[in-house]
């Protein structure tokens, strides 16, 4: 594995919304999901819906080959793994409601998450949009939103320039994406969780 790919794999979009949350409660650490419940629970359940089960769909989708590898390099092979990653989106938010006292800041994220991934199912019926762009993008948007409210994390911010850029490197290097798939990816994820930050803090 170069250096490249293994990039592209820690930052892999369906790990990137259980680091910008982590990150939030560092930026931030009056952040809270509820006073008298575990965050080892929280994140248990977190990691659960919205990685192993995402990751669990897309082996049962290899081994039916709907898709061709887990990196889905054709456009048509992303409709079915974005959809269940949606659903599982839509699953954990309602969970962790019911469960928790969920701070308005991390409740914006996760709907935030639910938008790009909208956006993502929709443009990628008919073009090869960056879903790594897409979620770093995210990334990067949340934390600017959270430097306008609390002007903290701007090392952060910073930190996850450098590597959103690196991140395009890297995909680029693997032609993974064109120049465009790569910049409308980072600013449509960018817009969106800035907004939902912003909106539903």
């Known amino acids: 594995m170069n250096v490249y790919k293994f990039f592209s794999f820690v930052l892999h979009?369906?790990?990137?919304?259980?680091?910008?949350?982590?990150?939030?409660?560092?930026?931030?650490?009056q952040t809270k999901i509820s006073i008298d419940q575990s965050y080892g629970v929280f994140f248990i359940t977190l990691i659960?819906?919205?990685?192993?089960?995402?990751?669990?769909?897309?082996?049962?989708?290899?081994?039916?080959?709907?898709?061709?590898?887990?990196?889905?390099?054709?456009?048509?092979?992303?409709?079915?793994?974005?959809?269940?990653?949606?659903?599982?989106?839509i699953l954990v938010l309602t969970q962790l409601s019911l469960v928790y006292i969920l701070d308005p800041l991390i409740k914006a994220q996760l709907i935030g998450v639910g938008v790009i991934l909208s956006v993502a199912l929709i443009i990628s019926r008919?073009?090869?949009?960056s879903l790594h762009m897409l979620a770093m993008g995210g990334g990067v948007g949340i934390m600017i939103g959270l430097f306008l409210i609390s002007v903290k994390g701007g090392g952060w911010l910073i930190?996850?320039?450098?590597?959103?850029?690196?991140?395009?490197?890297?995909?680029?290097?693997?032609?993974?994406?064109?120049?465009?798939?790569?910049?409308?990816?980072f600013f449509v994820g960018l817009i969106v969780e800035l907004c939902c930050v912003l909106f539903f803090k």
């Open 48 to 89: 659960g819906i919205t990685i192993i089960i995402p990751l669990l769909g897309v082996l049962i989708l290899l081994k039916k080959n709907v898709i061709s590898s887990y990196e889905m390099k054709k456009k048509n092979e992303r409709f079915a793994p974005i959809l269940i990653t949606g659903i599982c989106y």
């Open 159 to 185: 930190g996850l320039l450098i590597a959103s850029f690196f991140l395009g490197v890297c995909r680029k290097k693997e032609k993974a994406h064109n120049n465009v798939q790569l910049i409308v990816g």
């Open 13 to 29: 979009p369906i790990f990137s919304p259980v680091i910008f949350i982590c990150l939030s409660f560092i930026v931030i650490p």
């Open 126 to 129: 008919f073009w090869k949009i």
